[in-house]
DNA sequence: CTGTTAGCGCGTTCAC
DNA sequence: GTGAACGCGCTAACAG
């Protein structure tokens, strides 16, 4: 098993100066002679160094680790998000420890807690919550924190999130454009996640281009789940005496697979000329013969403008804290061209 | 900002000791008088109080932290492993450390060294390589490690599997009866993987009760992917004359993912009749109108098995090291009333 | 009821 | 070229 600098000193009768600096090569600048360097490294090759991160933790008071707190890595989107952050880090001799709080506010703030505890030296937090822990605002001069996805604008960290309003005002016009001006309903999960408020202004915004008024056409619910989905879509059905829309939005891949699992249960099939549109791609999108548009995030832009984030020096500190900015989306088509 | 017990000590003019005895709420026990806990409780209160981590895992040499390497979020099924593992470890008072490896065993190799520097009490392996790191083996001692999802039968550690080859079996079986014993291929992204060797068996079983040879059935493709599965469909199309299969099976969700996507491109629709099975299942499935098998796994009875096993003590060493647990799966069937 | 102390393994500074 | 010693913050054993 392997074996600590102390160990190794003891074992080799060399003082763990002399061990630690054949480990960590500096060897030649300190003129270690050459035969203790070969002892030393005979040793290690042998049984192994097992460098001990808790006391270098304790020592450095730096862990060379990032937290990332998220919501829901079932969400393909997070799951993207945490792999673009990893290989970051690792490029930069970070771990990133990712622990999800399920949508859930106080396994949110026990996640947020332990990873400082830990001393994480930045931490990503994907926040489900407006509200903010006041030990979050004391650990801000000591680590880097960076919100993203939901700007509960709190003014107090820094923000990344991607252009929720500009896509769904181009999401929205571009559906306009497919159903020759008519409007359709947008079914939203979650609606009190500000993401979606934005996704929901950018809809408006669009079809008040066509037409005025039409609150009603926005259906919402406080979960994003498939059953939130599905309800959505049942109360579409009834509205309209039994049939389903002959186009629709949603505000996520979960409320889609709810609404197309409900118009199945309710109609028996799914026509294929139904207008689709839905926040977040997929791939598993590709199966539906539907025309389908859909709203892909820039992962790499994010990521990289996280850690810029994250990197930056807090010295800047009043303006710097409040920074926010907000990436472009992109636009995706999918079985537009028969119509 | 929290404070340090040894601050709070110093600056309430009590011990160390004492202020421990409040913060930990043995005041009771220990019958610290009630004036003494006021005043180091209002101090908390005020200043807050943030235990270190490192400092706690040096001293005890236990983390609190349970390492997980995982070798893709994206796929669905990890995802879901992961949240279940993380509500097992919260009620132990764990934090999960997930770090994913991409399929890339160097990745691998260092996320596991990383999370044994670091002193996780536990780690749980979904590995992609045969290849057991000396470091791994020397570690058995100090950390419980348990392999999952491929069985390298290294005989080393631990593992918990999913029954892949009843999986294939049972799948293959009922896809046979609804094509009138009609056989069909079967695309394999990843062959190299037990998990996937299994359920090739599997299928190559049930296609014997009905058949003789057909080992020509079977396509391989080194990596999982949307573009594994493209080709082997596009090889199936090309050697059927520009004809898409009457139905088919894949061993993954990416792996259809591409068949289907092939289809789409080659033949410009997907025909609802076609006969479709695929391993995992995924929400998204039912967005297909034609008749689907999948395998879902029973994450809940992997994760129990994964903690009985994380927690066990690791004295009865040389036979429940290679212990190994095979878990059922659950054939999920979709549109399959109307044949 | 409260206080003192040793030491976990590492990094650093200074001394020979 | 090499060694000794201190302290990071916490826990636990022991001492009043």
């Known amino acids: 098993m392997p074996k600590t600098v102390d160990e190794i000193s003891r074992e080799t009768g060399f003082s763990v100066t002399t061990v630690r600096l054949v480990i960590n090569g500096q060897s030649e600048k300190y003129r270690i002679s050459r035969q203790t360097r070969q002892i030393i490294e005979d040793y290690v090759a042998l049984y192994g160094y097992s460098l001990n991160h808790a006391a270098r933790s304790l020592k450095l008071n730096r862990s060379d680790t990032v937290g990332f707190v998220v919501p829901d890595l079932s969400n393909a989107f997070f799951a993207h998000l945490m792999a673009a952050l990893e290989t970051l880090c690792h490029a930069r001799n970070l771990l990133l420890l990712t ?93 009190e996640s500000p993401s979606i408020r934005d996704r929901i202004r950018g809809f408006s915004e669009a079809c008040q281009e066509v037409e005025e008024g039409g609150e009603e056409r926005i259906l919402l619910e406080t979960d994003d789940s498939i059953e939130a ?33 409900q118009i199945k249960a309710q109609i028996g099939r799914i026509d294929p000329a139904i207008l689709i549109s839905t926040f977040d791609d997929h791939t598993m ?29 807090r010295a800047e500190d009043k303006k710097a804290a409040c920074a926010s900015s907000v990436i472009a989306t992109e636009l995706v088509c999918r079985n537009l061209e028969s119509r």
Not at 236 to 258: K, Q, T, V, W, Y
Not at 291 to 300: D, E, L, T
Request: proline residues 6%; glycine residues 8%.
């Open 99 to 191: 622990v999800a709080s399920h949508e859930d506010p106080v396994l949110e703030n026990r996640a947020v807690a332990s990873l400082l505890a830990r001393g994480v030296d930045g931490l990503v937090i994907a926040p489900c919550q407006a509200e903010i822990q006041p030990q979050l605002i004391k650990s801000r001069g000591k680590t880097s924190i960076v919100m993203i996805d939901r700007d509960f604008a709190s003014g107090l960290f820094p923000t990344v999130v991607s252009d929720n309003f500009s896509s769904g005002l181009v999401m929205t016009r571009g559906m306009l454009r497919k159903s020759d001006g008519k409007t359709f309903p947008f079914l939203c999960g979650r609606a």
């Open 229 to 261: 989905g599905s309800r959505m879509m049942q109360r579409l059905i009834d509205r309209a005496g039994g049939m389903p829309p002959h186009a629709f939005m949603c505000s996520s891949l979960l409320i889609l697979a709810g609404a197309l699992q």
């Open 285 to 313: 999108l590709d199966l539906l013969p539907n025309p389908v548009f859909s709203i892909r995030q820039n992962v790499k832009a994010l990521t990289s403008k996280i850690f810029e984030y994250l990197t930056r020096p």
